[in-house]
C-alpha cells in the first residue's frame, strides 16, 4: 500500500454514468494532508509515513504536541494517522498530500468510526424478533427472552446477544471504487456508503485486494 489520505465524510449523493446508469456515491472532503514524520526500517522496524489534516491552532494543543509542527515547519493539525506504506521514498517531510494521488477506478478501503446508537436493546441491535404478544407472555415483548442456563451451570455464557453498547466502533469497508476526483474542491467521490456520520473523519487507502 502506497496511496493513503485522511478525509472528512460530507454525505451521500448520487450521479450519472456516461451510459446514464444512476451511481450511489459518498462525498468525501479528502485533504490536503502535510507529511508529518516518516519511519523508516532501520530507525523504527517497519515503513510509514504520518499524516495530519485539518489546520489548528496552537493554542488547542499541548506544547509537545505543537513542538513537533514547529520543528518541520508545518501548521498544526487536529488529526493525525499513521500508514504503512512499502517504500517511505515517495514521500519528504513537510510534502503536501492530495486526492490527485488516486484516480478514478482505484479501488480504496475506508475507515470510519461508525455511528453511535446508545445503550440499544436485542433488536435493534442485533435484529432480533420480539416475543408473542399473547395473553400471558407481557410486558416482556422486546426482552431478550430465556438464556437456556439451568441449575448447572447457573450463569448466562459469555458473547449472548443482549442488549449493550451498540455502534461507535472502528469500522472497515474494504474494495470500494473511486469514482470521480474533483481537485479544485479537494473532493473524492465514492461508490458506495463509508462508515460514520456527516462530518465524521475517515481514511482512504489504497485496497490491500487490489
Known amino acids: 500500500m502506497n496511496k493513503a489520505i485522511i478525509g472528512r ?8 454514468s456516461p451510459d446514464g446508469k444512476v451511481i450511489p456515491v459518498t462525498v468525501v472532503e479528502a485533504g490536503p494532508c502535510p507529511v508529518v514524520q516518516l519511519k523508516t526500517p532501520e530507525r523504527d522496524g517497519y515503513s510509514a509515513v504520518k499524516l495530519g489534516f485539518i489546520e489548528v491552532d496552537e493554542k488547542k494543543l499541548s506544547k509537545p504536541q505543537a513542538g513537533q ?4 515547519n508545518v501548521p498544526c493539525q487536529k488529526v493525525l494517522k499513521e500508514f504503512r506504506v512499502e517504500d517511505v521514498g515517495a514521500y519528504t517531510v513537510g510534502q503536501t498530500v492530495d486526492v490527485t494521488v488516486f484516480a478514478e477506478g482505484d479501488k480504496v478501503d475506508v475507515v470510519g468510526t461508525s455511528k453511535g446508537h446508545g445503550f440499544t436493546g ?16 407481557g410486558p416482556v415483548h422486546r ?11 447457573s450463569r448466562v455464557f459469555k458473547n449472548k446477544h443482549m442488549p449493550g453498547q451498540y455502534g461507535h ?11 470521480k476526483v474533483d481537485a479544485a474542491r479537494n473532493a473524492l467521490l465514492i461508490k458506495g456508503a ?16 487490489a
Not at 69 to 72: E, G, N
Not at 122 to 136: A, D
Not at 169 to 179: A, C, K, S
Open 9 to 16: 465524510k460530507l454525505g451521500m449523493t448520487q450521479i450519472f
Open 69 to 72: 509542527f514547529k520543528k518541520i
Open 122 to 137: 436485542v433488536i435493534k441491535r442485533w435484529n432480533q424478533h420480539r416475543l408473542k404478544e399473547t395473553h400471558g407472555v
Open 143 to 153: 426482552e431478550v427472552g430465556s438464556m437456556g442456563s439451568i441449575s448447572s451451570p
Open 169 to 179: 466502533e472502528r469500522v472497515t469497508v474494504q474494495n470500494l471504487e473511486i469514482v
Open 194 to 209: 463509508v462508515p460514520g456520520p456527516r462530518g465524521g473523519v475517515i481514511t482512504v487507502a489504497q485496497s490491500v485486494k
